[in-house]
């Protein structure tokens, strides 16, 4: 295991309230990744960081926004959930940014927006 | 705009035999080619990573090959077990780091 815990693993929440996902690394990785994985599309990146209050956005950040007060912990907001919002959530992180860097993916954060 | 296919969509194989998994993409400029692993319910696992001037990388029994050519990428699995059953994700990586995840074949091997 990557050393990667997410939570919470399941969350049923209804529109328009806000939700926060969390991840939390043990292996003092530099670089955290927010991705979603929905049927019919690969993996899409949500929102990175690149170091403690570093943070940048990916090709699909609409509606989220993220924070990274340590770096062990990357959080991903979802200010007022929609169901196009239903998806699994992955956490990733990586030692370095550079090309051809080992990317590490956590279990997977099950979220249902109804 | 940057794409990876992977085919085929599903394929159900035998335990103990072979199979291959295909990946055409296209990435500008290219820097690498993944191949993960993804159980169901799980997270993706890093299976290889090859650069362009590799034409193959091997992982146990996973065989990746790439093609920089012609922008392709296969993975092949060589005497599949039944722990082979998840979904096998393509990811091109162009320049700035930045990736690009195919849908992934889905690959169930039956005893």
């Known amino acids: 295991d990557a050393g990667i815990t997410q939570s919470p693993r399941h969350k049923v929440t209804e529109t328009g309230t806000p939700v926060t996902l969390r991840c939390h690394q043990t292996?003092?990785?530099?670089?955290m990744y927010w991705y979603r994985q929905d049927p019919g599309h690969g993996l899409r990146l949500i929102h990175y960081s690149y170091g403690v209050k570093d943070t940048d956005k990916g090709e699909v950040s609409d509606g989220y926004s993220v924070s990274r007060s340590k770096t062990e912990d990357f959080l991903l907001t979802l200010e007022s959930a929609t169901s196009s919002q239903t998806s699994v959530y992955f956490c990733?992180?990586?030692?370095?940014?550079?090309?051809?860097?080992?990317?590490?993916f956590g279990e997977g954060s099950w979220l249902t927006v109804v | 705009k940057n794409q990876v296919e992977q085919s085929p969509q599903s394929l159900i194989i035998l335990e103990g035999k072979n199979c291959t998994l295909q990946c055409n993409y296209t990435v500008s400029p290219f820097s690498n080619l993944r191949w993960y692993k993804q159980d169901t319910g799980r997270g993706p696992v890093s299976l290889t990573i090859?650069?362009?001037?590799?034409n193959t990388k091997s992982n146990g029994r996973y065989t990746a090959t790439l093609d920089a050519d012609t922008k392709q990428s296969s993975l092949h699995i060589t005497a599949s077990q039944l722990s082979d059953s998840a979904s096998y994700i393509c990811v091109s990586e162009a320049a700035g780091n930045k990736l690009t995840f195919g849908g992934g074949t889905r690959v169930l091997v039956k005893p």
């Open positions: 292996e003092n990785h530099r670089y």
């Open positions: 990733a992180i990586s030692l370095s940014g550079g090309p051809g860097n080992t990317i590490y």
């Open positions: 090859m650069t362009f001037s590799e």
